[in-house]
């Protein structure tokens, strides 16, 4: 079975335009578990542009199903996941001023540092991912850093599936034969969307879990805007 990790960044940017608490992120994380989300994903950015350092703290106590920060490890966002102990570490190697993640970690390149790191986590008690693209001896350096599961970056394959060109599904496919061959689990995310997930599932063994935010948000306004303009139209006869 795969997971759905909803997320939430989209529910805090709504809430920091204008300053307040509405929408209520940690509301809103009760909420998508009670509706079946299998997992509560964040994304904290040092620029605090959607989640902010609070929210990691005051959605521990809420998320009951599983927990996974995603981000790149700098000093502060270490001890910040190492006092929060969620259920997973997401490291992502993000620019601060990357307005969305574009890349996966060179696991071959940063190896001495990503070992380190991944072994401070799992000391803790906290699993790991690590943020990849699709490319063979990305996987081959993920199995030599100790994590427990690979993220496969799935911006390109979304944006070739919108194209019709389902071909693109080749390199994860690839990718997560050889993650399960390895013992490695594999994650997936990023512009994911109900568009392209039935065909990426159909095509990835062992899909452990994959997080939604950015699309499933939006659908949620589509799907949902007919239903509260009735409301509104109810309440105002
Ligand atoms: C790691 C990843 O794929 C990202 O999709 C991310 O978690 C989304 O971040 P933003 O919501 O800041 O674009
Ligand atoms: N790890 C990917 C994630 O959490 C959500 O990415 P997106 O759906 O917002 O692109």
Redesign the pocket.
Known sequence: MTKLSV?I??VATLRNARGGNVPNVVEFAKDAQRFGAQGI?I?P?PDQR?ITFKDVYDLKPVVITEYNI?GNPNPHFIKMVLDVKPTQV?L?PDADDAI??NAGWDTIRHKSFLLEVISEFKRNGIRTSV?VDPVISQIEGAKQIGTDRIEL?TEAYAHQYALGNTFAIKPYTDCAVLANQLGLGVNA??DLSLENIAYFKQNIPGLLEVSI??ALIAESLYLGVENVIQMYLNKLK
Request: charged share 15%.
């Open positions: 997320n960044n989209k994903t994304h950015r959607h995603e997401t992502v969305t993640s943020f970056y995310g990023h935010g950015h």
